[in-house]
């Protein structure tokens, strides 16, 4: 299988069947109804805006000539710290049929949108599954799947793409350079593509597993936020089924409020505020030259929509104007007690991980590195963290396991 590294070369990659206590940690399965399936939330990295919605140059795709992009630089706040991300467009290719009957290649640029926004939370509901991690020869978490899964993932969820739109989306995910910095800290941040490795190998035509679809074997690496998350067991449980009913807006708000509910502590707030400026200026939406439609559109389909799919109970609006000019609107954000039944069971959730992982490690601090088991350990610790899961909910007191499998 090879990898594009962005640059138009390739390299061989091996899928390792390595697992780690870490993957294990990261799957979903078990914790929540059949029909309200989990996936997982990586704080800072899936709360920054990294995505262009409905920007005039997000349309902009070039034609004939390359037309460049301009870096998009944002600032906003997460976790009641200030933080600025930059998002690099993707350079790509098409092919123009001419009138003589030839093909030309042209390149143009392009920001990731709500595509590839949908085309990233399949694959990491994907990556969330049972045994969909493995570790790659660099020592990094990867995963394999196809084409057609994420389609069909897609098509479930009520979102139609193409194979060819799929393949698309991840290429644009895998060439987007995403930098996080904090002014606070005076560092340099982070910079990364999305995805930081992308493999597809086509399958052979006649072979038993081909498909008619032009199906393709496909590796991904993850970016270092969420990499960092699987490795330091960080991740939050978060519902797949309302983030994938969502707009572009209110999935990164239901993200943020999920964040918020469960940062808070053991006793989950019943109710989140935030001002619509804050909603456009933290999720990276483009601000609307008509304010008062603008709060409408953020009351009406961003936090509409997370009443209707059973996340919020109501929202309370507080106009706020100077003189007849809007300034700003306040929303307080009643959350359901589905919500907050689901945040109780994330944060029982989170608990048994941070408890069994400290029985394997005998107590000792987390290494920053990916804990190998073999198969075998990898079941015994599904089996104990469903145990402890269980313990926690009913706040008995679990008792110590000595048969948790050792690291290889």
Same mark, same amino acid.
């Given at each position: 299988?090879?990898?594009? #590294?962005?640059?138009?070369? =390739?390299?061989?990659? +091996?899928?390792?069947g390595?697992s780690? @206590? ?13 029909? *309200?399936k989990? /996936?997982?939330?990586v ?9 262009v ?6 349309? =902009?795709?070039?034609a004939?000539? !390359? ?6 630089? +944002? ?9 600025v991300?930059?998002? /690099?467009? @993707?350079?790509?290719?098409? =092919? ?26 399949? &694959? ?15 020592? #990094? ?8 899964e ?11 793409? =193409?194979?060819?739109?799929v ?16 002014? &606070? ?11 930081t ?9 006649g072979?038993?597993? @081909? ?6 074997d ?11 998350? &699987? ?13 994938? *009913? ?13 964040? @918020? ?5 053991e006793?989950?707030?019943? /109710?989140?505020? !935030?001002?619509?400026?804050? &909603?456009?200026?933290?999720?990276? *939406? $483009? ?17 509409g929509?997370?009443i209707?799919?059973? %996340? ?12 007849l #000019?809007?300034?700003?609107?306040n929303?307080?954000? !009643? ?6 039944a689901?945040? %109780?069971?994330? +944060? +029982? ?7 069994? !992982? ?15 088991? $073999?198969?075998?350990?990898? %079941? *015994?610790?599904?089996r ?9 909910a ?6 110590p ?8």
């Open positions: 299988m090879s990898t594009d #590294r962005g640059d138009g070369k =390739s390299v061989a990659r +091996r899928r390792a390595e780690a @206590a870490q993957y294990v940690l990261f799957e979903q399965a078990g914790f929540l109804a059949p029909s *309200a989990a /996936t997982n939330l704080g800072l990295y899936d709360c920054a805006p990294k995505y919605f409905s920007s005039p140059e997000s349309k =902009s795709k070039g004939g000539t !390359m037309t460049r992009l301009p870096l998009v630089r +944002r600032e906003f706040f997460f976790d009641g710290q200030p933080f991300s930059v998002v /690099t467009p @993707a350079r790509m290719t098409k =092919s123009r049929k001419q009138p003589d009957g030839s093909t030309t290649i042209e390149e143009y640029e392009c920001y990731p949108g709500e595509r590839e926004q949908i085309v990233e939370e399949v &694959i990491r509901s994907l990556a969330s599954k049972r045994a969909r991690l493995h570790t790659a020869e660099n020592q #990094r978490p990867a995963m394999t799947f196809t084409l057609y994420v389609m069909k993932e897609l098509a479930a969820v009520k979102h139609t793409l =193409s194979i060819e739109e393949k698309t989306a991840l290429y644009i995910l895998r060439r987007t350079s995403l930098r996080i910095e904090s002014p &606070i800290d005076g560092e340099d941040g982070v910079e990364s593509n999305i995805f490795a992308l493999g597809m190998r086509k399958r052979r035509r072979a038993a597993n @081909a498909t008619s679809t032009g199906d393709a496909t590796y991904v690496q993850f970016s270092p936020w969420v990499e960092q998350a &699987i490795r330091r067991v960080e991740s939050q449980s978060i519902r797949y089924d309302w983030l994938m *009913a969502l707009s572009p807006i209110a999935r990164w708000l239901y993200k943020r409020i999920a964040f @918020a509910a469960q940062r808070h502590g006793v989950t707030p019943t /109710t989140i505020t !935030m001002t619509a400026n804050e &909603i456009i200026r933290d999720s990276g *939406a $483009t601000p609307w030259s008509r304010t008062a439609n603008m709060y409408r559109w953020i009351r009406s389909t961003v936090i929509g997370l209707e799919v059973g %996340a919020l109970s109501g929202v309370e609006e507080e106009v706020i104007k100077d003189g #000019r809007y300034v700003d609107v929303y307080r954000m !009643m959350l359901s007690d589905t919500f907050l689901h945040i %109780a069971e994330a +944060r +029982r959730k989170a608990q048994a991980d941070a408890e069994l !992982m400290a029985r394997m490690l005998e107590d000792k601090p987390l290494p920053d590195r990916l804990l190998p088991v $073999t198969d075998d350990g990898a %079941a *015994a610790i599904r104990r963290r469903q145990q402890m899961h269980t313990a926690v009913s706040q008995a007191t679990a008792e396991d000595n048969k948790l499998p050792l690291f290889r």
